[in-house]
C-alpha cells in the first residue's frame, strides 16, 4: 500500500496506464517487409510502449506460438505475430528495422525478444558482414520444431 496515495500499487498501475491509454493515441497499422507483414505501434509522445503494458490489447497479437517483440525507442515499436515458417523472413526483417530505429532519439533496446504467451526472451542477433546472425535460445528452437510439423 502506498501511503501516500492510499492505493495498492496494483491500483496505481492501473490508474496510470488508463491516463497513458485516454491521453495519447497510438497508430498501429500493418507494414509488409521482406513479404512479411509486421505491425508497427507508433506514439509520437512517445508511449507506444504501453500497448505491452496492457494485457487485453497485446494479447489480440500474440499469435499460437507468441509474438516477436521490437521495442527500439519510445516512438515506434513493431511485433509479429508467430504462426507460420515465415519466421526467418519476419527475424530478419524485425533486426533490420529495430537496427535502423534505435538509431534515432529516445532508444530503448537495439534487441529482438518474443513473448511465448508465458516469458519474455531475449532472441540474440548480430550483424557480422552486413548479414544477420540468429543465435537462438534452447525455447525457440523446441518452437520452430513445433511450428514445422503444422
Partial sequence: MDLKWNKSKEELFEIGL??????????IFKIEMNDVELTAILDEEGYATTLFLDKDEFNKYVGDCGVFIGMPNQVANFIYTVETTEIFVAVHSMAMII???????????????????????????????DKIQVHPPKEFVEMLEKLSKK
Fill in 18 to 27: 488508463s491516463n497513458v491509454k485516454n491521453k495519447y493515441e497510438k497508430d
Fill in 99 to 129: 537496427k535502423e530505429e534505435f538509431k534515432k532519439a529516445n532508444s530503448l533496446s537495439d534487441n529482438l525478444f518474443w513473448y511465448n504467451g508465458v516469458d519474455l526472451i531475449h532472441i540474440p542477433v548480430e550483424f557480422v558482414d
